[in-house]
């Protein structure tokens, strides 16, 4: 069965800092790139990062610029998202999705080949 599968969200601080882990089961990661969307309450789903299938490229939504890091361990089968300085903003299901097309990161198209089920994150004091 082919899956993805995050971890690592929850509660946080604001300034504080998580790291979200998106697994890959039932084929192999490297031939895909991965993004991470969020959706927050009463919102539409939007594009947060996303890197290559290779590592070598990645890009990142203005709002998370220098905050959020996203990186990948194809030994692993894993993406990760290391979240820093969060903001109450950040608060959202957050979901990573895998693309086999070439050049997926560079404009988010076609949708992705599959999805996560998600993962809460909420900032807050």
């Known amino acids: 069965q082919l899956q993805l599968v995050e971890s690592g969200g929850g509660l946080a601080q604001p300034g504080g800092s998580l790291r979200l882990s998106c697994a890959a089961s039932g084929f192999i990661l490297d031939y895909y790139a991965v993004a991470w969307f969020r959706q927050a309450p009463g919102k539409e789903r939007e594009a947060v990062s996303c890197?290559?299938?290779?590592?070598?490229?990645?890009n990142y939504a203005d709002s998370v610029k220098g905050r959020f890091t996203i990186s990948r361990d194809n030994v692993k089968n894993m993406v990760y998202l290391q979240m820093n300085n969060l903001e109450p903003e950040d608060t959202a299901v957050y979901y990573c999705?895998?693309?086999?097309?070439?050049?997926?990161?560079?404009?988010?198209?076609?949708?992705?080949?599959?999805w996560g089920q998600g993962t809460q994150v909420a900032v807050s004091s």
């Open positions: 999705a895998a693309s086999g097309a070439l050049y997926y990161c560079s404009n988010y198209r076609p949708p992705p080949d599959l």
């Open positions: 890197i290559s299938s290779s590592g070598d490229s990645t």
